[in-house]
């Protein structure tokens, strides 16, 4: 008898066991087969819960300083969309790829394309109309946006085909597409990039990505899920977890009590937040360890009380001394 994953236009049952089913979908279920059970199918298939990752790109934006600028406001979010854009074309064609790999995995079976719900052909059609509305809105921004926008795209593609099958380098590419979001989001608001953001934002991308895979090796069935997933050791990804995230909480100390810093936010406080790096990846790497049925820790941890509270804490704490607001 086929498993239910195994029949197209059918969604197979969901995964027992906790951690083990997906984030609740954007959209309501509609009966399956109808036109909005199939327009649900794509909207899930773009994966919005996902494009929080796309706020580097808003990253120079704020500690800039140009929250308080209308039209620099414009051109960073136009950014940010053309990003999610991306993303979403992205997501597409690596499940295009991926379909059946990820039919064995108890809980991407359930992705639009792996059970059928979005037909390979509409899925296509998908990648391309993505692709020309997101690079036509790069191209209305500076060229190095752009330039850049289509390399991200570039290091995506590598990634989907060559890339995701050779361990630590896989890793390295996924880093890679964040500290382009980076450059872009300066390019798009025309607002140089610091050496410490870059720095910190591809050690903080690398720890993610090692805890991703640390987190995938412990399950079972890896080496089907991902190719390269054999080739990791876990005493090589804790020692990596341990380098990339002590390193990236030093690095944003360093950046906090920098002399140009301080003469740039003309405040002496901005290393009190570095409280908030340094909890949030201890917070991970528990999720890493203590959810092991979970898809994707990188996912839990936007489900995790603790973790988006201590996030919103960071944030409303930069702006608090970033722009220098003070009660009336």
């Keep these: 008898m086929r498993d239910l994953a195994d ?5 197979p049952p969901p995964p027992s ?8 979908p954007i959209l309501p ?10 327009v649900g199918g794509m909207v899930r298939q773009v994966r919005p819960s996902q494009w929080v990752k796309n706020v580097f790109v808003l990253a120079p934006l704020v500690f800039a300083r140009h929250l308080t600028h209308a039209s620099v406001l414009l051109s960073a979010a136009g950014a940010f969309g053309v990003f999610c854009l991306l993303a979403g074309a992205v997501y ?40 020309v509305v997101a690079f036509g ?16 795209f570039a290091n995506n593609l590598a990634y989907t085909f060559f890339l995701k099958k050779i361990a ?15 450059l872009a989001g300066g390019y798009a608001i025309k607002t140089p990039v610091s050496g410490y953001m870059l720095a910190c934002t591809a050690l903080l991308a690398l720890f993610l990505g090692f805890g ?38 030093m690095v944003y100390i360093a950046y906090t009590v920098d002399p140009s810093t301080k003469a740039l936010f003309h405040s002496d406080w901005l290393w009190v937040t570095a409280i908030h790096p340094v909890f949030g990846v201890v917070r991970f790497l528990q999720l890493v360890s203590g959810r092991p049925k979970a898809e994707s820790p990188t996912q839990e941890m936007l489900r995790d009380v603790p973790f988006v509270l201590n996030l919103v804490l960071y944030t409303l704490e930069i702006v608090f001394i970033v722009y220098r607001l003070r009660p009336s």
């Design 7 to 11: 029949i197209p236009g059918s969604d």
């Design 17 to 24: 066991g906790p951690g083990a089913s997906e984030p609740p």
């Design 29 to 38: 279920e509609f009966p399956r087969g109808s036109l909005l059970w199939r």
């Design 92 to 131: 597409t064609m690596n499940d295009l790829v991926d379909a059946e790999a990820d039919r064995v995995h108890p809980v991407k079976r359930r992705r639009p394309i792996a059970s059928g719900r979005v037909p390979v052909a509409l899925a296509r059609v998908m990648v391309a109309v993505l692709l």
């Design 137 to 152: 809105g790069a191209l209305l921004g500076p060229w190095q946006f752009a330039a850049l926008a289509a390399a991200y």
């Design 168 to 182: 630590y380098v896989d890793v390295g590419s996924i880093a890679l597409g964040f500290v382009i979001r980076v």
């Design 212 to 249: 991703k895979r640390r987190h995938e090796i412990a399950q079972a069935n890896a080496g089907k899920q991902r190719a390269a997933l054999e080739a990791y050791h876990p005493r090589v990804l804790d020692g990596a977890l341990a380098f990339t995230g002590l390193g990236a909480v």
